[in-house]
């Protein structure tokens, strides 16, 4: 069975850094991209940040670059987003998936497994 769980998600106050955290079990976590994703109620879930099956290549949306970094350990099977000067606009649920792909897409269609999500509040 097929588990993605993201960990690490909170309330900080804006301009803090919060690390968040994926853990896969249950697949060939090496073999394919994964991503993060966000959403806020009423809006569609966006790209956030992606890295390639081996972690060579990564790729952030333009809204957290130059804040946001995605990294990935395979031996361990987690990947972890590292977020820095956070803004209230970055409130949102956060959720990893595991592409279908070697490569980073930034549609979710190339996404197949999803975790649960976890929320991260930035105040004001």
């Known amino acids: 069975q097929v588990q993605l769980v993201e960990s690490g998600g909170g309330l900080v106050q804006a301009g803090d850094s919060l690390d968040i955290s994926c853990a896969a079990s249950?697949?060939?976590?090496?073999?394919?991209?994964m991503g993060w994703f966000r959403q806020v109620p009423g809006k569609e879930r966006e790209f956030v940040a992606g890295?390639?099956?081996?972690?060579?290549?990564?790729y952030v949306a333009d809204s957290v670059k130059g804040r946001f970094t995605i990294t990935r350990d395979n031996a361990k099977n987690t990947t972890h987003l590292h977020m820095k000067m956070l803004k209230p606009e970055d409130t949102a649920v956060y959720y990893c998936?595991?592409?279908?792909?070697?490569?980073?897409?930034?549609?979710?269609?190339?996404?197949?497994?999803w975790g649960q999500g976890t929320q991260v509040t930035v105040s004001s």
């Open positions: 998936a595991r592409g279908n792909d070697t490569y980073v897409y930034t549609s979710l269609a190339r996404y197949h497994y």
């Open positions: 249950g697949l060939n976590f090496g073999a394919r991209a």
């Open positions: 890295i390639s099956r081996g972690g060579q290549s990564t």
